[in-house]
């Protein structure tokens, strides 16, 4: 089945999500994985600064208070930033499973909308693992981790090779992080070595 036909839906005879050995305890921070992501950088001052956890299983949860510069009604998120928050969430399951991957489909339902100054509480799940496909699924709750749900996902992300973004990136920010020992380290935690 090609792209845009896909189910969201694992497959029957998919396997079930196997946490890796090394990922990092339940509860712990994950931190962002490049400092300039969109979604968890710290250095990206219009960015979501989503802060990320290890959950039980293949699981995250996730906070991200809504700031004005995320505004598409007046006073309200943007659909796109809550697009966004669910697929950095959903991303972060690859520090779980230790493999790299990037979205390959996200749909999203916005079930209520969302005032800046809320913070959305965000939780993911791998739901099954088909070959290079990783399905998985979000939901974003206002203000408490048993808010209102506001926001839904479903995704498939597809593995990668770290060359994924060595060849494709802009040349000037594939250097840069070359040459940053803590993203060398952050793309070593991600890498299942063989
Ligand atoms: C030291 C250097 C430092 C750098 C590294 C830092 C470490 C960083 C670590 C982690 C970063 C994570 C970043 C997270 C950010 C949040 C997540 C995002 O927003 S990611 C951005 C948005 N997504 C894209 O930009 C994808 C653009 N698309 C592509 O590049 C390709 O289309 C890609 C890789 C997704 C697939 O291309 P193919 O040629 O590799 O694979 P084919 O052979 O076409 O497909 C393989 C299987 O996947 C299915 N598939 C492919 N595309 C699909 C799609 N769009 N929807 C559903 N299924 C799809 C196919 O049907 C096929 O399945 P069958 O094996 O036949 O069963």
Known sequence: M??????LVPPPGAASPVRHPEAPA???LL?????????????QPHGLHLQARAGEGVSITAEFTVQPAHQGAPGLAHGGVLASALDETLGSLNWLL???A???????DFVRPVPVGATLHLEARCMGIDGRKIYASAVGRIDRPDGPVAVRADAVF??????HFTRNGRPEEIKAAMADPD????A???????
């Open 102 to 108: 990037v979205t390959g489909r996200l749909e999203t």
């Open 158 to 163: 597809i593995e990668v090779k770290l060359d």
């Open 26 to 28: 339940p509860g712990t």
């Open 2 to 7: 090609g792209p845009g036909r896909t189910t």
């Open 31 to 43: 931190g962002p994985h490049y400092d300039q992501c969109f979604g968890c950088g710290e250095g």
């Open 183 to 186: 993203q060398i380290k952050v």
């Open 98 to 100: 230790r493999v790299i």
């Open 188 to 194: 070593r935690a991600f890498e299942v070595n063989p």
